[in-house]
Every structure is written in structure tokens, then in C-alpha cells.
């Protein structure tokens, strides 16, 4: 009996998720670590400010 191996449609839907989902956590990892702090510590931007550019970077995003 043989085991019959997933579709190739199958395979690079599977590859473009990982692709999609690799991508977004290096933009969150971004976005986090650099983005905010510089507007933070750089800019001296008061928190709404940081709050208004994440909600309108998210925003893009989609």
C-alpha cells in the first residue's frame, strides 16, 4: 500500500502562509523594538502619539 503525498496546490498554499505569517512577526519584531522607541526616546512624542501612529501603521498593514 502506498501513502500518497500531499498535492503541490496544497504545498504552496502551506509555503505562502509561513511566507505571510514569517513576514508579519519580523514587522511586529520592527515595529515593537525600533519604531516606537525611536519615536519614544528620539521624538520625546507623548504616548498618544506612539498610540495613533501603531493604530494607523496597523491600519496600512491590512
Known amino acids: 500500500?502506498?501513502?500518497k503525498a500531499f498535492s503541490?496546490?496544497?504545498k504552496r498554499?502551506?509555503?505562502f502562509i509561513g511566507i505571510l505569517f514569517?513576514?508579519?512577526n519580523i514587522?511586529?519584531?520592527f515595529e515593537q523594538n525600533y519604531f516606537n522607541t525611536f519615536l519614544d526616546h528620539?521624538?520625546?512624542l507623548p504616548k498618544i502619539y506612539?498610540?495613533?501612529m501603531v493604530?494607523?501603521?496597523a491600519l496600512m498593514g491590512l
Open 55 to 57: 493604530s494607523f501603521s
Open 13 to 15: 498554499q502551506v509555503l
Open 42 to 44: 528620539v521624538l520625546f
Open 1 to 3: 500500500m502506498t501513502v
Open 50 to 52: 506612539i498610540s495613533v
Open 27 to 29: 514587522f511586529f519584531f
Open 22 to 24: 514569517m513576514g508579519e
Open 8 to 10: 503541490k496546490s496544497l
